[in-house]
């Protein structure tokens, strides 16, 4: 259950509840599998399942390949090593795929149905009763085409099924002591990348050194590298935009992307925008 520290104050009776019931819901199933990425929302599901289950019948499994940010994966095993989490990785080949490499709108589609195509045979070996991940009911209004892939494989959503907001996940796993509770989202590389524009590994690690060049400097916060041939985008949590986008921390910022291969740099006006592409493509509504 919720440790009882410091930061379990800010726990609601309504999020306590909550967790009860996922407890409660992971000991009916008997057994679990977790598709595991290392962010908010994978990492408190993991420690849940592996709490109400215990080692021998809850498997975290992360999925590796060219779209997945290195230090994601570096957070996630720190985060099972932390928790006693077990863990399996498997390398996932969907940038082998041609539907998924042209990077079509619904390119997040082919990534899952990858993912889940590796994983459920882990599952079916080793006796799991069922196939989970992260999705939140946050989740559940956005255009989010894995979910298709998801649910045409039986994969489910006990965090959205319950009613957990992201604001509830990061208050529990703070209260349970976390890391990953204030970590910014970080959804794959490949959203870095304009639907239509080829992904290839090349591109991939222009936005995940240009990124990591970013981090190593102090910009803190929601970050997005998008990437326009060869041309950057840099989008800042809009509470950082000011301070990285003056002398001498601006030139910082040029320089550190330009590290990475880009020629040009732009710092977006607007700040940090979660699916921005989307709305560019128009998949879905700007503000």
Same mark, same amino acid.
């Given at each position: 259950?919720? @440790?009882?520290?410091?930061?379990?104050?800010?726990?609601?009776?309504a999020q306590?509840?909550?967790?009860?019931?996922?407890?409660?819901?992971?000991?009916?199933?008997?057994? @679990?599998? &977790?598709?595991?990425?290392?962010?908010? $929302?994978?990492?408190?599901?993991?420690?849940?399942?592996?709490?109400?289950?215990?080692?021998?019948?809850?498997?975290?499994?992360?999925?590796?390949?060219?779209?997945?940010?290195?230090?994601?994966?570096?957070? @996630?095993?720190?985060?099972?090593?932390?928790?006693?989490?077990?863990?399996?990785? &498997?390398?996932?080949?969907?940038?082998?795929?041609? %539907?998924?490499?042209?990077?079509? !709108?619904?390119?997040?589609?082919?990534?899952?149905?990858?993912?889940?195509?590796?994983?459920?045979?882990?599952?079916?070996?080793?006796?799991?009763?069922?196939?989970?991940?992260?999705?939140?009911?946050?989740?559940?209004? $956005?255009?989010?085409?894995?979910?298709?892939?998801?649910?045409?494989?039986?994969? %489910?959503?006990p965090l959205?099924?319950?009613?957990? !907001?992201?604001?509830?996940?990061?208050?529990?796993?703070?209260?349970?002591?976390?890391?990953?509770?204030?970590?910014?989202?970080?959804?794959?590389? +490949?959203? %870095?990348?304009?639907?239509?524009?080829?992904? !290839?590994?090349? %591109?991939?690690?222009?936005?995940?050194?240009?990124?990591?060049?970013?981090?190593?400097?102090?910009?803190?916060? $929601?970050?997005?590298?998008?990437?326009?041939?060869?041309?950057?985008?840099?989008?800042?949590?809009?509470?950082?935009?000011?301070?990285?986008?003056? +002398?001498?921390?601006?030139?910082?910022?040029?320089?550190?992307?330009?590290?990475?291969?880009?020629?040009?740099?732009?710092? $977006?006006?607007?700040?940090?925008?979660?699916?921005?592409?989307?709305?560019?493509?128009?998949? !879905?509504g700007g503000?």
């Amino acid at each position: 259950m919720i @440790a009882h520290d410091s930061d379990s104050s800010d726990v609601t009776d309504a999020q306590r509840a909550k967790e009860s019931a996922l407890l409660t819901w992971f000991a009916a199933q008997g057994s @679990a599998l &977790v598709g595991f990425s290392g962010g908010v $929302d994978s990492a408190y599901l993991a420690i849940v399942a592996h709490e109400a289950l215990g080692p021998a019948r809850a498997l975290a499994v992360i999925g590796r390949s060219a779209s997945y940010p290195a230090v994601q994966w570096e957070t @996630a095993r720190r985060v099972a090593a932390g928790f006693g989490v077990s863990v399996l990785e &498997v390398d996932t080949d969907e940038m082998n795929d041609p %539907r998924y490499a042209a990077n079509p !709108t619904n390119r997040c589609y082919f990534c899952k149905s990858e993912l889940w195509s590796r994983l459920q045979p882990i599952a079916e070996a080793r006796g799991l009763a069922v196939v989970v991940d992260g999705t939140n009911a946050d989740d559940l209004g $956005d255009y989010r085409p894995g979910k298709q892939a998801a649910a045409e494989r039986g994969v %489910r959503s006990p965090l959205a099924e319950l009613g957990f !907001t992201k604001a509830d996940i990061r208050a529990l796993s703070r209260a349970r002591g976390i890391p990953t509770w204030a970590q910014p989202s970080s959804p794959c590389l +490949s959203s %870095r990348l304009p639907y239509g524009t080829a992904v !290839t590994p090349e %591109r991939l690690r222009m936005v995940e050194l240009a990124e990591a060049g970013l981090r190593a400097l102090g910009v803190t916060g $929601d970050l997005r590298v998008r990437y326009f041939g060869e041309t950057a985008r840099v989008e800042l949590a809009r509470e950082v935009l000011a301070e990285w986008s003056v +002398s001498p921390r601006r030139e910082a910022v040029e320089r550190a992307v330009r590290e990475a291969g880009f020629t040009t740099v732009e710092i $977006d006006p607007r700040g940090f925008r979660s699916g921005a592409l989307n709305v560019l493509a128009g998949v !879905t509504g700007g503000d």
